[in-house]
């Protein structure tokens, strides 16, 4: 290799997976069977898609600065030409300590720094955010989450939001969080990456390299392994290049569809009444009648239901569940603004969501009454549209079609997984993980 390393590759098994991951970085050249005799795969990943994520990443390596042990993650600090990057290296389990990933990231620029957000943080990040936009179609979206910008955090199970730091300020965000799934009827955990903003004045000096690193302590810690799940909106060339090839090379054929309900144009009398534990059997079956066997969906159960409604009482929870006798309809008021700035001009929306809806066979007309009956209460309060997330195949598809103002389509990625069909099952979208 002809490198010097500041440690004794032979004092761990995790030093000498680290000495041989930046041989194979220094050297360029990574096979196939040099993965199969050192690598062990968790569900998702495979030979090839390491073969591919090393070809995209590699760097040449002149230089091993230093190196921090570690029995799980072992990270080495090295010199690529005139720029500093990370190798990390995900080490399993005694006797074998095989490898189940590495990386090799560039470091920011001198005075960049990261830790975990707090909710300190919020307002900081609530300006961040509404002054970087995401370009898609010729249209630029700023996002406004109100007082409340870690609201959608707290109905997530397992998470982390990561801020990067330069002169004193703010001046990029990065959210990971962990979940599962089910993929052509095999249940994987799933990361699903949210809320990325980089300043624009900070652009060029590492600051999305360094939110990638300092979440992947949070990820790389998780067993197995989470695959990595998207949703990209049609046209948003931006965010696709923030995706890892993985996720690029699996893009799913059919779309899913965001639909957009006018809250005022809708509105209808009141309909149904505010759940309540007792009915948390009753609301996991009308979910599985519209949801059962769409890709990405689990088993809707008593269980699901109580964790679901009970993760943040404040956010959501069966208050905001309403049932009818054979439809049932979840609905989440976060205080998100959307301001869409176009040739034509400028548009501010506020949007609540749909997290969760479903009804028996037949029984569309019950649905459409629920959903009036929550417009018409979100248009009093002065919420203007009202979304829920449904596919081209997906049952109730064409009753949402029907009531849409705007469709917004997004392609679905998991890496290194690939769906059953999709195009004939539907897929399910969790909109806390959107």
């Known amino acids: 290799m002809g490198l010097t390393l500041p440690f004794d590759p032979t004092s761990s098994p995790q030093a000498a997976r680290m000495a041989w991951a930046i041989e194979r970085y220094a050297e360029g050249t990574l096979t196939?069977?040099?993965?199969?005799?050192?690598?062990?795969?968790d569900p998702g990943y495979d030979v090839e898609s390491q073969l591919r994520r090393f070809r995209i990443f590699r760097r040449p390596i002149d230089e091993v600065v230093s190196y921090e042990p570690d029995p799980v993650v072992p990270r080495a600090l090295v010199r690529s030409g005139r720029d500093m990057a990370l190798v990390a290296v995900r080490v399993g389990d005694a006797p074998q300590h095989r490898i189940l990933a590495m990386s090799l990231a560039k470091c920011p620029a001198a005075g960049v720094t990261t830790r975990?957000?707090?909710?300190?943080?919020?307002?900081?990040?609530?300006d961040l955010e509404r002054?970087?936009?995401?370009?898609?179609?010729?249209?630029?979206?700023?996002?406004?989450?109100?007082?409340?910008?870690?609201?959608?955090?707290?109905?997530?199970?397992?998470?982390?939001?990561?801020?990067?730091?330069?002169e004193?300020?703010?001046?990029?965000?990065?959210?990971?969080?962990v979940h599962p799934i089910r993929v052509a009827g095999v249940e994987y955990r799933s990361t699903y990456r949210f809320h990325l903003r980089v300043?624009?004045?900070?652009?060029?000096?590492?600051?999305?390299?360094?939110?990638?690193v300092a979440n992947s302590r949070f990820l790389f810690a998780q067993r197995p392994l989470p695959v990595a799940s998207s949703f990209v909106a049609a046209g948003n060339e931006q965010m696709d290049e923030t995706l890892g090839p993985d996720q690029r090379a699996n893009r799913w054929p059919t779309p899913v569809e965001c639909m957009v309900l006018p809250c005022r144009e809708l509105a209808g009398p009141s309909h149904g009444r505010a759940t309540a534990p007792a009915d948390a059997t009753r609301i996991a079956d009308l979910l599985a009648a519209s949801h059962a066997g769409e890709e990405l969906a689990l088993d809707f159960d008593e269980a699901w239901v109580e964790r679901r409604l009970t993760r943040s009482p404040r956010d959501y929870s069966w208050p905001h569940v309403r049932l009818s006798k054979r439809?049932?309809?979840?609905?989440?008021?976060?205080?998100?603004?959307?301001?869409?700035?176009?040739?034509?001009?400028?548009?501010?929306?506020r949007t609540a969501s749909v997290l969760d809806w479903g009804f028996a066979?037949?029984?569309?007309?019950?649905?459409?009454?629920?959903?009036?009956?929550?417009?018409?209460?979100?248009?009093?309060?002065?919420?203007?549209?009202?979304?829920?997330?449904?596919?081209?195949p997906s049952r109730g598809r064409s009753l949402l079609?029907?009531?849409?103002?705007?469709?917004?389509?997004?392609?679905?990625?998991?890496?290194?997984?690939?769906?059953?069909?999709?195009e004939t099952t539907g897929t399910y979208v969790d909109p806390v993980y959107f």
């Not at 909710?119 to 609530?126: E, I, K, S």
């Not at 004193?168 to 969080?177: E, F, M, P, Q, Y």
């Not at 079609?401 to 890496?415: K, N």
């Open 116 to 126: 975990v957000a707090t909710d300190a943080d919020g307002p900081a990040l609530r």
């Open 199 to 212: 300043d624009p004045a900070a652009r060029g000096l590492g600051i999305f390299p360094a939110l990638n």
């Open 32 to 41: 196939p069977e040099q993965v199969e005799a050192t690598h062990e795969f």
């Open 401 to 422: 079609a029907d009531l849409a103002r705007a469709v917004r389509i997004c392609r679905v990625s998991t890496a290194g997984i690939r769906p059953r069909s999709p």
């Open 361 to 392: 066979p037949g029984a569309e007309a019950e649905m459409e009454a629920l959903l009036r009956s929550a417009c018409s209460t979100l248009a009093t309060a002065g919420v203007d549209d009202l979304t829920i997330f449904t596919s081209p």
């Open 168 to 177: 004193g300020r703010i001046v990029g965000v990065i959210s990971d969080a």
């Open 131 to 166: 002054r970087c936009a995401i370009e898609a179609e010729g249209v630029a979206v700023h996002y406004d989450r109100s007082d409340d910008y870690f609201a959608q955090q707290r109905l997530m199970a397992q998470h982390q939001t990561s801020v990067a730091e330069y």
């Open 327 to 349: 439809a049932v309809l979840g609905v989440w008021d976060s205080g998100l603004r959307i301001v869409r700035v176009a040739a034509s001009g400028t548009t501010t929306t």
